[in-house]
């Protein structure tokens, strides 16, 4: 079975550009959740989205947002980029809100 | 401020010996912890977790062990190999999932090297 799939591997943006990352959770997970991974630091909690709806945000400004769509899939969008987005970005899903969660081989954004 | 704490940044064990991972907590609403392995280029795998109810958790060549009053856990593993080099993340939540908020709280990472 596929595991958690993100799209793209890579990004190059510029500052004050906007961004979306995509990402496919495993067949039959109901949960995504987005992690920001900043080099030397673990992940931290940006979003955590079931059935379609949000269910958790973390410290992470309004220029960070996200969606999930009926299949399950996930965007996550981010308006107006700053050096300090530089980042990995993982999605994790799972079956439900309270299960272990996979994560997928994340996005590498870097913002020039 | 760090609710999860990963204090040795890097670790060095030869192969056929015992590696110890140590990760504190300081919220004591956290009941559940995991650990997580994570391979360059590649997302962090999960590998063990435990509940707050129990002091041990083992799963073949790893062991997690939780000291609740001291607030610390530590991942063990016998006998280490080279397969084994990669960061090491320790997490925690409130409940197995990571609550109804998906809140898993990382630390910075133990970089284990296995050496042949």
């Known amino acids: 079975d596929a595991g958690v799939t993100q799209s793209p591997t890579h990004l190059i943006k510029t500052r004050g550009q906007q961004v979306t990352l995509r990402c496919s959770p495993i067949?039959?997970?109901?949960?995504v959740s987005w992690y920001q991974q900043v080099l030397g630091q673990g992940p931290q909690f940006i979003f955590q989205?079931?059935?379609?709806?949000?269910?958790g945000r973390g410290n992470f400004p309004d220029r960070f947002s996200a969606r999930q769509f009926p299949n399950y899939s996930s965007e996550l969008n981010v308006n107006a980029l700053l050096l300090g987005d530089s980042a990995l970005y993982l999605c994790a899903s799972s079956p439900g809100v309270d299960n272990e969660q996979f994560f997928g081989p994340g996005t590498r954004l870097t913002v020039l | 401020d760090q609710q999860v704490k990963q204090n040795s940044p890097s670790l060095s064990v030869q192969e056929g010996r015992i590696s110890i991972l140590n990760c504190d907590y300081t919220n004591s609403m956290f009941d559940y912890f995991l650990w997580y392995k994570k391979y360059p280029a590649e997302g962090p795998t999960f590998l063990i977790s435990i509940s707050s109810i129990k002091d041990k958790n083992e799963d073949g060549r790893f062991t997690v062990f939780l000291n609740k009053s001291a607030k610390h856990l530590s991942l063990h593993i016998v006998p280490s190999q080279p397969g084994d080099s990669a960061v090491y993340f320790c997490?925690?939540?409130?409940?197995?999932?990571?609550?109804?908020?998906?809140?898993?709280?990382f630390g910075k990472g133990t970089k284990l090297s296995v050496k042949p």
């Open positions: 997490a925690a939540s409130p409940t197995r999932g990571g609550g109804s908020q998906g809140n898993l709280i």
């Open positions: 989205y079931y059935e379609k709806e949000e269910r």
């Open positions: 067949s039959g997970h109901k949960s």
